[in-house]
């Protein structure tokens, strides 16, 4: 009997094609600014530009995007070191 699992060594599907020079619509997380809230750290959704704050923030708008409008792939703001997939559950 084997520890591995085919699974977890499975790619991305939503990593194909993804636009990684796509500009951020806002500089800070659209929706804390217009709720005057603070963010912890910011997001960028590859598919539409949107810019949400992390999972640490009061906020979780990044998540809340995912949620609302399904674009599942964020990169890191501002220095784009990591993706992660929210419909996989995992870094790209």
């Known amino acids: 009997m084997t520890a591995f699992n085919d699974d ?3 790619s991305c599907i939503h ?3 993804l636009d990684e ?3 951020p619509r ?3 997380c659209e929706e804390c ?3 005057g809230m603070h963010w912890v750290a910011l997001r960028l959704c590859l598919e539409c530009g949107h810019v949400g704050c992390c999972d640490s923030s009061v906020g979780l708008h990044g998540t809340r995007h995912y949620r609302e409008t399904g674009h599942p ?3 890191a703001l501002p220095d784009k070191s ?3 997939c929210y419909a ?3 870094y790209i």
């Open 8 to 10: 977890d060594n499975k």
């Open 15 to 17: 990593a194909n094609n």
């Open 21 to 23: 020079g796509i500009q």
């Open 26 to 28: 806002t500089q800070g």
């Open 33 to 35: 600014e217009k709720e």
């Open 73 to 75: 792939v964020i990169m």
């Open 82 to 84: 990591w993706k992660w």
């Open 88 to 90: 996989d559950k995992s």
